[in-house]
């Protein structure tokens, strides 16, 4: 089994930045896909981020694409979300997530395990 949690979250004004990191524990994570996604209240959760076992991958949503970088460090099993240029629309729960399968099966879905996530909050 793999336990993520989360941190980094909090309140910041539209414009600023925040770092969130992902923290593997049980058994190491350095051959899964990671990955982020959010949630904001009356919404789904949708896709943000995934990054390949290696780093040689990355995936972004759209709306992020430019603003949000997602990196890893295998030997300390962590994962991060540098989040830059912040919008209200940002404004989410966001979750860290661990894909046991391939990059190749498709880094938006199917992820094994989560996190309990942590609050975003950006004010206009």
Do not use: H
């Not at 058994?27 to 995934?50: D, H, I, L, N």
């Amino acid at each position: 089994q793999v336990q993520l949690v989360e941190s980094g979250g909090g309140l910041v004004q539209a414009g600023g930045s925040l770092r969130l990191s992902c923290a593997a524990s049980g058994r190491t994570v350095s051959r899964y896909v990671m990955g982020w996604f959010r949630q904001a209240p009356g919404k789904e959760r949708e896709f943000v981020a995934a990054i390949s076992w290696s780093g040689g991958n990355t995936l972004y949503a759209d709306s992020v694409k430019g603003r949000f970088t997602i990196s890893r460090d295998n030997a300390k099993n962590l994962e991060y979300l540098q989040m830059n240029s912040l919008k209200p629309e940002d404004t989410a729960v966001y979750y860290c997530a661990a894909k046991v399968g391939s990059w190749y099966d498709g880094p938006r879905s199917r992820y094994d395990y989560w996190g309990q996530g942590t609050q975003v909050t950006v004010s206009s």
